[in-house]
């Protein structure tokens, strides 16, 4: 049985824009490692892209969440500049393409979020933007990140009824989202800028109607998608012993938590394979380390499933059941 990576695999583009669609060389050619080096099962030097953990700190607290309600207090936090500045003085250093502001959490609560996308823009990163729930996305934070040249924001919304939306993401108010996310096209506009760009995207959970979906968000953002809902209690039999499927992560990126725990994916949940801590190791380091290498080499040969990180990954059962079916 053939084995092969698939990037974006649990990403689904539904109308608008595509923001990757950029005519510039450097830009391509990281695309092209994002989507190239899983399919050649190739790691490179370093990672094409991290996710960095601005908080695991949130202002909401959404019924589906898979992560945030099963963390303990004390791995609640904001990410110290002074580990940000020198992860990303490193990433100048190897040419780092790549960077999400986000994991788990609010990255807009960070006190210093907007001084994070300068420096990592000022380090050279091509691609720079984070996950938010868009509660906080005010007229002043708005402005701070398009100074700071903050490349694409992505926005959580689920569905379009006002009144389901808010019983799942408890905390948060659609109609402060939806004016919140207007005043951001509006003040790009006004200041003739054509970033950050703006995704809204839903989880696409039972019985959504994506195209609907796609259509009512239209005229707020440059692109609607969906991303594969992952049930964390739910991990089917196929999904946890087929053979012939590997993630694409562990050949594009690593994810460091806001305490610097480097993880060589962004769904280690359970801290089953934590590589190391960025405030000991360097991320070269993480992404050539053995405990890395051993996971990759299982993947390849179409065993994830004897990963104990990756056997009980909701992500990869959403995704090898969808492979199989």
């Known amino acids: 049985m053939g084995v092969e990576a698939k990037a974006n695999s649990n990403f689904s583009a539904l109308g608008g824009a595509n923001p990757h669609d950029v005519d510039d060389a450097r830009y391509r050619q990281y695309r092209a490692e994002w989507e190239g080096r899983p399919k050649r099962f190739e790691a490179g030097e370093f990672p094409v892209h991290l996710d960095l953990e601005a908080t695991s700190r949130c202002n909401l607290k959404c019924t589906f969440c898979d992560k945030l309600p099963f963390l303990p207090r004390e791995k609640l936090g904001d990410m110290d ?17 790549g960077l999400k502001l986000s994991y788990r959490g609010e990255p807009l609560l960070h006190p210093r979020i907007a001084d994070m996308v300068r420096k990592a823009k000022d380090c050279g990163v091509i691609d720079v933007y984070f996950n938010t729930n868009g509660m906080l996305l005010t007229e002043s934070m708005a402005n701070a990140l398009m100074d700071a040249g903050l490349d694409r924001i992505s926005i959580s919304v689920e569905g379009t009824d006002t009144q389901a939306f808010e019983a799942a993401r408890v905390g948060a108010k659609l109609e402060r989202i939806k004016a919140n996310v207007a005043r951001l096209l509006e003040l790009r506009h006004a ?6 760009k703006v995704r809204l995207q839903t989880v696409a959970l039972p019985g959504l109607d994506l195209e609907m979906y796609a259509a009512h968000w239209a005229d707020y953002c440059d692109q609607t998608a969906a991303v594969d809902y992952k049930d964390p209690a739910t991990h089917p039999e196929q999904a946890q012993t087929a053979p012939g499927w590997a993630c ?3 050949w594009q990126r690593l994810t460091v938590e806001w305490d610097g725990s480097v993880h060589p994916c962004n769904n280690d949940d359970q801290d089953l394979a934590q590589v190391a801590n960025a405030r000991d190791l360097s991320i070269r380091a993480c992404w050539q380390a053995d405990s890395v290498r051993e996971l990759r080499r299982l993947h390849q040969a179409g065993l994830s499933h004897l990963v104990p990180a990756c056997a009980t990954c909701p992500w990869r059962a959403a995704q090898v059941k969808k492979t199989f079916e």
Do not use: A, K
């Open 248 to 250: 694409p992560q562990p």
């Open 191 to 196: 200041r003739g800028l054509d970033y950050p």
């Open 81 to 97: 500049f002074g580990l940000f500045s020198r992860i990303l003085d490193e990433c100048r250093e190897h040419g780092l393409s």
